[in-house]
Every structure is written in C-alpha cells, then in structure tokens.
Nanobody
C-alpha cells in the first residue's frame, strides 16, 4: 500500500503559475501508473495528468500545453507544474497511484489510492 501526501497548493492570479507536489511512501512505487485529478465544487472529478512506469505522460485536453507532470523515482515524488492558470482551474487537486496497463489521465479519478488533496484557487 502506497501513501500519498500532496503539498504546494495556494492562491494565484489568472495567468500565474503554481507547482503541486506529491510525496509517496510505503510500498514500492516502481511500476505504478501515477497522476493527478481535480474536483471543483459541484463538479465531477476530472483526471488531468498521468505518467506511466515508462515515463510516458498523458494530459486532459483542458490542461494540455499548460500543465506538465514529472516524477522523481529516487525521491519518490510526483510533481505537477501548472502555468497560465485560469479561474476554471480552481479545484482541489489530488495525486493518485495504481496498477494500470493503459496509464491515462482519464483513469486517475478511479484510483482508490490517493492523497487528501491540496487546494488551488485562481482569481
């Protein structure tokens, strides 16, 4: 079982940038599909980014070109760099991890193994 803890959320003006991070601990993270999903008040969860065990990223259309996912296997961290943030990006952001052959951003909300979330607010 892998534990995940997010950090780095906050408030920013439209057009600004934030970086959220996820620290993973517990069982090995080798071979896992990892990524991020978000949930805004009154809206469904949206998978936004994933990275496979082979370091192949995928992104939701809503964030592609603005967000970038990366991982550091040695440090067991997963990051999401978010640029050109817009008010519609306001949400609670969660990292998630699991075993999935077809690792994709779309699948992220389905992972039971997730963190507690970090709030991102864009005004």
């Amino acid at each position: 079982h892998v534990q995940l803890v997010e950090s780095g959320g906050g408030s920013v003006q439209a057009g600004g940038s934030l970086r959220v991070s996820c620290a993973l601990s517990g069982d090995t993270t080798e071979g896992l599909c990892m990524g991020w999903f978000r949930q805004a008040p009154g809206k469904e969860r949206e998978g936004i980014a994933s990275i496979s065990k082979d370091d192949v990223p995928t992104y939701a259309t809503s964030v592609e070109g603005r967000f970038r996912i990366s991982k550091d296997t040695a440090k067991n961290t997963l990051d999401l760099q978010m640029d050109n943030l817009q008010p519609e990006d306001t949400a609670m952001y969660y990292c998630a991890a699991g075993e999935l052959i077809m690792c994709s951003a779309f699948a992220m909300p389905s992972f039971a193994n997730r963190g507690q979330g970090t709030q991102v607010t864009v005004s």
